[in-house]
């Protein structure tokens, strides 16, 4: 959510291709062939939580994943009834809400079991098990008591157990041996729960690179976030998976000015220029999600030409040296989009930020506008 106001329209905007979103979903649900969990957190990544949801259900999703219910709150709210998975919850989160609301809960401790079975009969539980992410999830050690519980809430028909999942610590590296061993894990918890009693579950792990990449992850249901908005987990050319970056950040060149040879520019002055030359200056900065330490490296286009940022990236604008390019007021400056335009990747940017991608569509915010668009580049539909 913005604390600012958005600058006048046009003066930074990511526009969001919810054509892209849409095809490629539709690219991994061919791929995968199984149901495929759609994952919308983190205001789609970005993108825009409801937008992104519908476009995913377009393009073929059967479910929805979040992390917290409130954002399952927002997609319910906008009407969308779909099968929705919600898998962060603090103490004292409103179960009964979700009952309610139809909202299936991933589950890693018997704490939060007792709490959905509490709210009300009927919660559709989905168990976690850490397989090796040391993050969320059930511990192995603790797995059988947790689905023995489960398996005597489920036969008072106190909740329905849906699903036994796991996360990857390490899919974006397919071939690692983690990879197989948190599989092999999640099968053999799978096993437990079997012999504990419940049946009919659905297996799932599969982010977005062990979607790409590796068919005996994809168990009963793929749950693939980052590919959807088309960029690809291993860093490299999305296109490559007929993906089509769904994000472009874009700025309007505020002011151009003429400067001498030996001109400071941004704070700390670490860029100099090394001849006369021009300064171009564009309106978005930190506060809006450009990563400070992309300073002097991240690349911009403005009309097809690249330059590196010139110095600092300050809390509201940066600066690019143009040179004697014939660059105005008003152009377009275009931060990251899709390589396949000729336009910088958010890959790009996260090099020069050393980060994800996912952090840097994910962070971008404050005060560009964003704007959805039903086939932005015109492929979808011819
Ligand atoms: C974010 C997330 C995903 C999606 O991961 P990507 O790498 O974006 O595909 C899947 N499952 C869980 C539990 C997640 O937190």
Redesign the pocket.
Known sequence: MSVHPPLSPGMAVLDIDLAALTHNTATLRARVGRPLMA?V?ADGYGHGIVESARAALAGGADAL?V?ILDEARTLRGAGIEARVLS?LHTPGTDFAWALGAGVELGVSTIEALEAIADAGDGGVVHLKIDTGLGRAGCPPDQWPALVARAAELESARRVRIAGVWS?FAFADAPGHPTVQAQITALHEAAEVARASGLDGFALHIA???A?LTDPGAWCDMV?????LYGLD?MGGDPSEYDLWPAMRASARVLMVKEVPAGTGVSYGLTYTTSRATRLAVVPVGYADGIPRAASGRAPVTIDGVRYPIAGRVCMDQFVVDVGDADVHAGDEVVLWGDAAYDEPTAQEWADAAGTIH?EIVARAGGRFARRHHNDLRGRAHG
């Open positions: 994952v957190k994943g992390t898998w996360h982010n977005s690179a979607s749950r693939p976030g980052v590919s987990p996912y």
